[in-house]
C-alpha cells in the first residue's frame, strides 16, 4: 500500500497524524522549540534535550507556552559518555533538530554524517541564522539582523523608518515554519526510501525566500518601494490604520472596489467613491486625511458596530486579551486550558479525523530523563552510572 493510500484509508481516524514520530529536539529559545512545539501538537513524541547547565534559557512564561506536549530529558554533550548517550537515542529516532552554531554538533561527535551511519532514515534538521554554508555561516545575529541583512526589515515600517516587531518574522516564518516544512518533506521521503536527509535551514533564507512583493516591484521597476511607500506600508489611503477618539485604532483594508464603495456608503460620504486609488501621491494624502478626520471622531465600538458585518473589510485592532476572548477564535479552539498551566493557543491546523488532545503543560528540565532512557534500552546500573558521572541529570 502506498504512503498515499493508506492515508486516505486512515482518514476517517482520529489518530494524531505524526503517532509514532519520535522527535530529539535540542534547540532553545524560540524557533525550533516552536516548530517542534507544532510536530508535538500533531502526535510526535518530542523529546527536548537540554544540557545540565542552563538548558534552555527562555523566559519562564515562553518556556511554558513553547514546550506543552513534550517531554524533557537533560545530557551534557561535552561529555563523551553524553554524547554516546545521544547517539543510543538517535537509533529509534526519527528526527534530530539542533539549533547551535555551525560545526558545533560535529566538534560534540553527534554531528549528520556520524548519526546517520547510525541510523540512515533520521532527519536531521539544523535551524541557525545563516545556514551552514556561506560567508556568514558563523556569524551571529537575532532577528532584526536577519531581516535587515535579507531586505525584509526595510520592508517592514512606516515612512519614518524600519519598525520592530513583537512578532519575529526571520524567527517564526524563516526559522520555525521553514523548518517544520523541511522536516515533513524529508520525513515523507524517508518513509518511501528508508533514507533521511540533512535539512539545512537559515532564518535570513526563509524570510528571504517570502518576500515575493518586493521582488515583484524590483523584477518590474528595477527597485523597490522606500519604506512605509509601497502598495501595503502606506501608499494607499485605503489601506491603513487609523486612530479612533479614544485612542484605539481600526484596519481598513479597502484595497478593491467593492470594499472601498461600501466603506463609503457606511461613511455617508459618496463624495469619496471616486478617490479610490487614483495614483496621485497628492490626492491619496488629501483623503488620508480626510479618513483620519473622520474614524478620529468618534470611538472603537461604533466603528466596530458599524463594520461589523466585514462588507468593508474593515475591522478593530483588538488587544492580544481581547482576541482571546473573541468568539470566532473561540469557536475555532484557538485558546485552551491546560493542566496545572495558563491559557495556551490551540493547534492552528485543522484537518479532518483529528481532534487534539487537552495539552500536557511543559515539563520540568529533565523531568523525563529515567523514562526516556529506560524506554532507550538504558538498565538501572548504566543509568545510575551515567548520573554519578554527570552525563545525564
Given at each position: 500500500?502506498?504512503?498515499?493510500s493508506s492515508a486516505l484509508s486512515s482518514s476517517s481516524s482520529s489518530r494524531p497524524p505524526l503517532a509514532g514520530v519520535r522527535v530529539l529536539d535540542l534547540t532553545r529559545l524560540l524557533p525550533g522549540p516552536m516548530g517542534t512545539l507544532h510536530l508535538a501538537d500533531l502526535g510526535a513524541d518530542v523529546i527536548k534535550i537540554e544540557d545540565l547547565g542552563a538548558g534552555d534559557y527562555a523566559a519562564p512564561p515562553v518556556r511554558a507556552l513553547l514546550n506543552r506536549n513534550k517531554r524533557a530529558i537533560r545530557i551534557d554533550l561535552k561529555q563523551p559518555a553524553g554524547a554516546a548517550t545521544?547517539?543510543?537515542?538517535?537509533?529509534?529516532?526519527?528526527?534530530?533538530?539542533?539549533?547551535?552554531?555551525?560545526?558545533?554538533?560535529?566538534?560534540?561527535?553527534?554531528g549528520y554524517e556520524v548519526v546517520a551511519a547510525m541510523n540512515p532514515r533520521i532527519v536531521y534538521c539544523s535551524i541557525s541564522g545563516f545556514g551552514q554554508t556561506g560567508p556568514l555561516r558563523d556569524m551571529p545575529g537575532h532577528d532584526l539582523n536577519y531581516c535587515a541583512l535579507a531586505g525584509v526589515a526595510d520592508q517592514i515600517g512606516t515612512r519614518e523608518g524600519p519598525a520592530l516587531s513583537n512578532l519575529p518574522v526571520a524567527d517564526l516564518l524563516g526559522g520555525c515554519m521553514t523548518a517544520v516544512m523541511g522536516i515533513l518533506a524529508a520525513l515523507f521521503d524517508a518513509a518511501r526510501t528508508g533514507r533521511g536527509r540533512h535539512v539545512d535551514i537559515a532564518m535570513a533564507d526563509g524570510v528571504l525566500a517570502h518576500a515575493v512583493l518586493p521582488l515583484a516591484a524590483l523584477n518590474q521597476h528595477?527597485?523597490?518601494?522606500?519604506?512605509?511607500?509601497?502598495?501595503?506600508?502606506?501608499?494607499?489611503?485605503?489601506?491603513?490604520?487609523?486612530?479612533?477618539?479614544?485612542?484605539?485604532?481600526?484596519?481598513?483594508?479597502?484595497?478593491?472596489?467593492?470594499?472601498w464603495d461600501a466603506l463609503c456608503r457606511r461613511l455617508e460620504r459618496d463624495d469619496l467613491v471616486p478617490l479610490h486609488r487614483t495614483g496621485d501621491p497628492g490626492a491619496e494624502e488629501r483623503l488620508r486625511q480626510e479618513l483620519a478626520a473622520i474614524f478620529a471622531s468618534r470611538p472603537l465600538a461604533h466603528w466596530s458596530a458599524l463594520f461589523a458585518d466585514g462588507e468593508a473589510c474593515v475591522t478593530p485592532v483588538l488587544r492580544l486579551d481581547e482576541t482571546v476572548a473573541h468568539p470566532h477564535f473561540k469557536a475555532r479552539g484557538m485558546v485552551v486550558p491546560a493542566a496545572n498551566a495558563p491559557s495556551q493557543f490551540g493547534q492552528p491546523v485543522k484537518m479532518s479525523g483529528f481532534e487534539p488532545s487537552p495539552p500536557r503543560a511543559a515539563p520540568r528540565p529533565g523531568e523525563h530523563t529515567d523514562e526516556v532512557l529506560?524506554?532507550?534500552?538504558?538498565?538501572?546500573?548504566?543509568?545510575?552510572?551515567?548520573?554519578?558521572?554527570?552525563?545525564?541529570?
Open positions: 500500500m502506498t504512503i498515499a545521544l547517539l543510543r537515542l538517535c537509533r529509534d529516532a526519527d528526527v534530530l533538530v539542533e539549533g547551535f552554531r555551525p560545526g558545533v554538533m560535529q566538534r560534540l561527535g553527534v528595477g527597485r523597490v518601494a522606500a519604506t512605509g511607500r509601497a502598495t501595503l506600508t502606506g501608499e494607499l489611503a485605503c489601506y491603513g490604520f487609523y486612530r479612533t477618539a479614544d485612542g484605539r485604532h481600526v484596519a481598513v483594508g479597502a484595497l478593491e472596489r467593492k470594499f529506560q524506554e532507550a534500552g538504558f538498565d538501572q546500573h548504566e543509568l545510575a552510572g551515567l548520573r554519578a558521572s554527570g552525563a545525564v541529570g
